[in-house]
């Protein structure tokens, strides 16, 4: 059981912020790594950001290193992506998720459970 639950998107221009967030309900998930994908309409979900059960070591796609930030606070149950320097094609439904399966990466989508809803982020020219 469990619930995740993403806020925080919206419609900005480029160059602009958001931050996004994702909190837990039924559960903890203080001793998981999690995770955040987008998906554009059209393309595979894709991964984002990463980061450790502890918070101590992070993980990005090249595509967002040096813009994004993935970070958690556990005593609020809540992860967190500051998204910077927002471009175009960054456009996306943006999904947290609980990685459970350490047979696979950080990077495969199938290394995590427990999906929310996602919350859409759209960045205009």
């Known amino acids: 059981q469990g619930q995740l639950v993403e806020s925080g998107g919206g419609s900005v221009q480029a160059g602009g912020s958001l931050r996004v967030s994702c909190a837990a309900s039924g559960r903890t998930f203080s001793n998981y790594a999690m995770g955040w994908f987008r998906q554009a309409p059209g393309k595979e979900r894709e991964f984002v950001a990463g980061?450790?059960?502890?918070?101590?070591?992070?993980y990005y796609a090249d595509s967002v290193k040096g813009r994004f930030t993935i970070s958690r606070d556990n005593a609020k149950n809540t992860v967190y992506l500051q998204m910077n320097s927002l471009k175009p094609e960054d456009t996306a439904v943006y999904y947290c998720a609980v990685r459970t399966y350490y047979s696979f990466s950080y990077y495969q989508p199938k290394s995590y459970d427990y999906w929310g809803q996602g919350t859409q982020v759209t960045v205009s020219s």
């Open positions: 980061i450790n059960a502890s918070g101590s070591s992070t």
